[in-house]
């Protein structure tokens, strides 16, 4: 009885800690904003807000964590580690001071009819969208909270003004980077694998090899980084033109290249002359190249998701709407925190998730999907696309577990023709060895696909019922 009574309360020990730290986010709102004849706005606003903290914790930062992970590059614990100590640091010390109040123009403030309405349609955005991450993450499926902001914010907007409020080419854009994001993102873990293959796997000299190709691997992760931290991920410190962060990025690369030659070769001395060996040498890049994407997500991503909370907290304090508000800092802690909470109670379901139920990764092919999450946001950054780095570092997943599969069939043929008596492999037999989950597959894109308008829909509902009740 003792066992089963222990067994049966282990899940609810993570909720009562978020539950704790929902209260406890609550309860400091007062203290640091005290005095407001309806405070209470902002008190229920901040537990919501920790709330959306503790699921973006749960869901979104399994994708940067997840293949380091499944390519047991990283143990669990230290992945969580790691994560709560870099996402943390991102949002506080590099998160943007400035955050678009309407999640990046999807309604215009003018057309929300008082400061009350825009508060409770704030307010509905926030508890959907954190709703409908919960949900995704019960079910397993990695989402992108960012998108879940923008269709909780679209559906209150047209709960409370109506479809003119909303920018429509805004979410144009925004559904064209459901297609774009994993798209061009695995199509670059793809090309790295390739590459990877071509110049390292296959050659009869594996070490000689990877000594010449692994350091200007590094080299050109540590310059993609410093452009992708540069552009987006030390706004706060410092602002970087495009073209400036191109000279960092390329100077710091070509001197991380000069000090990995020396450091690998030193490693591989000894090595056997087989692919086993090859994974040792992209261990420590690949955990760095984690560690990064999870400073860059905490310094990029928490200010949109608390995004509605910091509206309403400003639209309480100075009586205005306004297009762009200043995050006070306090509301920065709470989703730093949440975020912290979110993954150590309930990050591993997700980590495991995109690290090893998808497609196998080993430590080439999660460098290879690290890589290409920091390149694709950097493309899109100049292209101008809302992309979300969820859609990306999964997209990524799928592009090194489809490019495996592709290969397979490839050498299958090539076998098949060099001996056709060989016994052939039934269509039953083929679909069972495919190397990407397809049930798992279909779940994440189907919970993509309907993440805006899911959010729209319940933030809409949520709008109407906190209208009726408070207005």
Not at 33 to 45: E, K, M
Not at 414 to 423: D, F, G, M, T
Request: proline share 4%; charged share 10%; with cysteine.
């Amino acid at each position: 009885m003792e066992f089963a009574t222990q067994y049966v309360s282990q899940p609810l020990v993570g909720l009562g800690i978020a539950m704790a730290f929902i209260v406890v986010a609550a309860l400091a709102s007062t203290v640091f904003f005290g005095g407001a004849s309806t405070s209470y706005i902002v008190i229920a606003a901040a537990a919501f807000g920790a709330y959306m903290a503790v699921n973006i914790g749960a869901n979104d930062v399994a994708n940067n964590m997840g293949p380091a992970v499944g390519a047991n590059a990283l143990t669990m614990t230290g992945a969580i580690v790691i994560a709560a100590l870099f996402e943390s640091a991102g949002a506080l010390l590099a998160g943007g001071d400035v955050v678009s109040t309407i999640s990046k123009g999807i309604i215009d403030p003018a057309s929300v009819a008082s400061d009350s309405v825009f508060i409770w349609a704030m307010m509905a955005a926030l508890i959907s969208s954190a709703l409908w991450v919960n949900l995704a993450t019960w079910i397993g499926a990695p989402v992108s909270t960012t998108h879940a902001v923008v269709g909780g914010v679209m559906g209150a907007g047209i709960a409370a003004a109506g479809f003119a409020a909303v920018s429509w080419p805004t979410m144009g854009a925004i559904a064209a980077s459901w297609v774009i994001s994993p798209v061009l993102g695995g199509v670059i873990a793809a090309l790295f694998l390739a590459f990877i293959k071509q110049f390292i796997i296959y050659k009869d000299d594996k070490i000689a090899a990877a000594r010449r190709w692994v350091p200007a691997l590094i080299g050109i992760m540590a310059g993609v980084f410093a452009v992708y931290l540069a552009m987006k991920g030390l706004k706060k410190i410092v602002t970087v033109s495009p073209p400036m962060a191109l000279l960092v990025g390329a100077i710091l690369g070509l001197a991380v290249y000069a000090i990995a030659r020396p450091l690998v070769r030193r490693q591989s001395e000894g090595l056997e002359n087989r692919n086993r060996s090859l994974k040792v040498l992209f261990n420590i890049p690949l955990i760095l190249s984690a560690a990064l994407l999870s400073f860059a997500h905490g310094a990029n991503d928490v200010a949109n998701a608390i995004g509605p909370l910091a509206a309403i907290v400003h639209t309480e304090q100075f009586g205005d709407v306004a297009g762009k508000v200043d995050i006070p800092s306090w509301v920065m802690v709470i989703g730093a925190l949440g975020i912290s909470f979110g993954l150590v109670l309930f990050g591993p379901k997700l980590i495991r998730m995109v690290g090893s139920q998808i497609t196998k990764l080993n430590p080439m092919r999660a460098y290879c999907v690290a890589l290409s999450a920091a390149i694709t946001v950097i493309l899109a950054s100049w292209l101008g696309l809302p992309v979300s780095s969820t859609h990306i570092a999964v997209g990524g997943v799928f592009g090194v577990g489809f490019f495996r599969e592709w290969e397979a069939e490839r050498l299958a043929r090539k076998s098949a023709a060099k001996r056709p008596e060989a016994k052939r492999i039934a269509p039953e037999e083929r679909r069972r060895r495919k190397l990407v989950r397809r049930s798992h597959f279909m779940t994440i894109i189907a919970a993509w696909v309907v993440t805006v308008p899911a959010a729209a829909l319940m933030s809409g509902l949520i709008f109407w019922v906190l209208h009726g009740i408070f207005v």
